[in-house]
């Protein structure tokens, strides 16, 4: 079992940046791979970034490539999502996740993470004026 606990949302400015992690607990947490997913209500949840556990190796959904950056630090538990020049369609929920075996999928530029077993609650960002 893991737990996982995202904070360091918040309201922020066009073109400006916020790093919310996500905290996790449990056994060999630190062996999953992370994800980092958004939701607006009434809108379909969205994969932003993952994270792999071994090599760390990354991906990004195009809306975000070269805005966002994901990174974990297993000594803490902690996977953070760096996030740059924001925008306001980048305003929703922000959850992380974790699953032991994930695949990914491209389509025109969305990214869809399957295999994620345990969800945080996820961690609210709003940029505005």
């Known amino acids: 079992q893991v737990q996982l606990v995202e904070s360091g949302g918040g309201l922020v400015q066009p073109g400006g940046s916020l790093r919310p992690s996500c905290a996790a607990s449990?056994?060999?947490?630190?062996?999953?791979?992370i994800g980092w997913f958004r939701q607006v209500p009434g809108k379909e949840r969205e994969g932003v970034s993952r994270?792999?556990?071994?090599?760390?190796?990354?991906h990004y959904a195009d809306s975000v490539k070269g805005r966002f950056t994901i990174s974990r630090d297993n000594a803490k538990n902690t996977v953070y999502l760096q996030m740059n020049s924001l925008k306001p369609e980048d305003t929703a929920i922000y959850y992380c996740?974790?699953?032991?075996?994930?695949?990914?999928?491209?389509?025109?530029?969305?990214?869809?993470?399957?295999?994620?077993?345990?969800w945080g609650k996820g961690t609210l960002v709003t940029v505005s004026s």
């Open positions: 996740a974790a699953g032991e075996s994930t695949t990914i999928q491209y389509l025109a530029g969305a990214l869809f993470i399957y295999g994620m077993d345990y």
């Open positions: 449990g056994s060999t947490s630190d062996g999953y791979t």
């Open positions: 994270i792999r556990s071994n090599y760390g190796g990354t």
